[in-house]
């Protein structure tokens, strides 16, 4: 038997899985690093961490299965986006890397607005976000400008961590695409853009496709692991890329719902043709020559973990679950708002905060928990309200993350979304579509099409109940106008933080 390991290089751990020709797990590995918020609104890590994490779960993997090294033909990663590393003439790290969720940059957003105007949505398809990896290359020219002037390449997390197991440097186009540096449709570096904020195209690594050759195993990294210095290394993607490879979605028609710290509704494209005018991400996809179209909630799972933590923290996840499954839809008259860490999409809004609207004495922690549920899975609605609106039918939406792990909430999107929702029997998001880039980079299969029809198997189907789908589209309806109800209210409190 053959085998892949896809890598999935997370915000706060990274995770290795050895994968066989049928897409079968044999083993998986997982090693955590800390971050770092040295400030309000500065979030950072050290890249060395990705590296010994990496190395680390590998030799774990290794040791923890029976699989010879050399069956194991090749190795791709998936990576969290934007992150901005920044190395020298010597490829070495400047600083410590500046990640995506990095709130500082609202400044440089507002100066590339000023300089780029409509040209930027033009060439890039996204307007300018905090999170994005441009507005932190120009924070860094202009408050540490010592250390700009050392710079000769920027790379993102996983890139970072595949020059250091190869020794080589790119870039591939997923990822690249979230830097807002990337021409979308030409699928070069513009120039036009770089010029405009004077940031030189020196800086930026060379691009290859996500199921791109790139190299092998540096003698050393594989010493470290067990591996053998012949496997093959590919390129890899970014994580929302990976996650739809993962998922299946790689043609037009079905949609994905992933639910961790935050959470994403991500629909393929086939070209450039969609126009939703920035109102959602637009990214090359991690096929090749497709596209994906991808709206995020900053505090989707995260809500539900700060709820715990906070209101329930000697209960289980479950037991909370379980108590809001004996609530009616609409949680008695109950409605929340996941805006614990500001908002992405639809409302661009780095301030503005979370509520419980309607809270009354009547109401139970079961009452608030289903709130909680129905909020989050509100806000993931408003980015399918929004496709729908552009004339993308949406009547699949394929469930994976910690959405997936309760039936109550599988139903729940279904209902919310008015789609039908399914849930995979090995769901393991990002990782298994590294893996699956591997085995395409392998040669094992002719497409990424035909890897999925092996790899991805459904285990079930929730479609929406008609009662509950008439009630959820009114209260859908509230919910919208509390973000609008809101936001001067928040934007007044702030200065109380």
């Known amino acids: 038997m053959k085998y892949v390991i896809g890598v999935d290089l997370g915000t706060s751990s990274v995770k290795v899985l050895l994968v066989n020709t049928q897409g079968v797990v044999k083993s998986e590995a997982t090693k955590d690093y800390p971050l770092v918020h040295e400030k309000a609104g500065y979030s950072e890590q050290n890249p060395e961490h990705w590296v010994t994490g990496t190395v680390a779960a590998l030799k774990q993997l290794m040791e923890n299965s029976d699989v010879n090294a050399e069956d194991i033909e090749g190795l791709s990663f998936s990576g969290q986006m934007h992150g901005l590393v920044l190395l020298d003439d010597n490829q070495k790290v400047i600083r410590p890397a500046i990640l995506w969720n990095d709130t500082r940059t609202t400044e440089q957003c507002r100066q590339i607005e000023e300089k780029l105007g409509d040209r930027l949505l033009t060439i890039t398809r996204n307007p300018a976000l905090e999170g994005f990896t441009l507005p932190k290359i120009l924070w860094v020219q202009q408050h540490e400008p010592e250390l700009y002037q050392r710079a000769s390449v920027f790379l993102l997390p996983k890139d970072y961590l595949r020059y250091r197991l190869t020794g080589l440097i790119h870039m591939e186009y997923s ?26 195209l020196a800086l930026c690594p060379p691009l290859v496709e996500p199921h791109a050759f790139v190299g092998t195993l540096l003698p050393d990294v594989a010493g470290l692991t067990g591996l053998n210095e012949s ?55 991690g096929k090749a020559d497709g596209y994906y179209s991808m709206g995020v909630t900053l505090g989707a799972g995260y809500s539900l973990s700060w709820f715990k933590d906070t209101l329930a923290e000697d209960s289980s996840f479950e037991e909370l679950l379980a108590g809001a499954s004996k609530i009616a839809p609409g949680a008695g008259g109950l409605l929340f708002t996941p805006y614990l860490v500001g908002e992405r999409t639809p409302h661009a809004d780095p301030n503005i905060r979370g509520s419980f609207i309607g809270l009354d004495g009547s109401h139970t922690r079961d009452n608030l928990t289903r709130a909680v549920l129905e909020g989050i899975t509100f806000s993931l609605q408003e980015s399918i309200d929004i496709f729908r609106k552009a004339g993308k039918k949406i009547d699949c939406v394929i469930s994976i993350g910690g959405g997936a792990k309760s039936e109550l909430w599988l139903q729940m999107q279904a209902d919310i979304f ?47 109940n008609p009662d509950y789908v008439a009630k959820y589209e009114q209260l859908f309806n509230l919910y919208k106008q509390v973000y609008v109800q809101t936001e001067a209210l928040n934007g007044d409190l702030m200065k109380f933080r």
């Open 175 to 200: 990822d690249a695409a979230g830097t807002l540096m990337l021409d979308i449709g030409a699928k070069q570096w513009s120039e036009e853009l770089c010029n405009a904020v004077g940031v030189s």
């Open 418 to 464: 008015n789609a039908k929702v399914v849930r995979l029997e090995n769901e393991q998001g990002p990782g298994m579509g590294a893996a699956m880039l591997a085995a395409y980079g392998c040669g094992w299969f002719s497409s990424l099409e035909q890897c999925a029809k092996i790899f991805i198997r459904r285990a079930g189907e929730f479609t929406p």
């Open 231 to 285: 496997t093959k290394v590919f390129a890899g993607g970014a994580d929302n890329a990976c996650g739809a490879i993962g998922a299946g979605i790689l043609s037009v028609g079905e949609a994905m719902c992933s639910i961790g710290t935050s959470g994403v509704i991500l629909s393929y494209e086939n070209d450039l043709d969609a126009d939703y005018k920035g109102k959602v991400h637009f990214f090359n996809h």
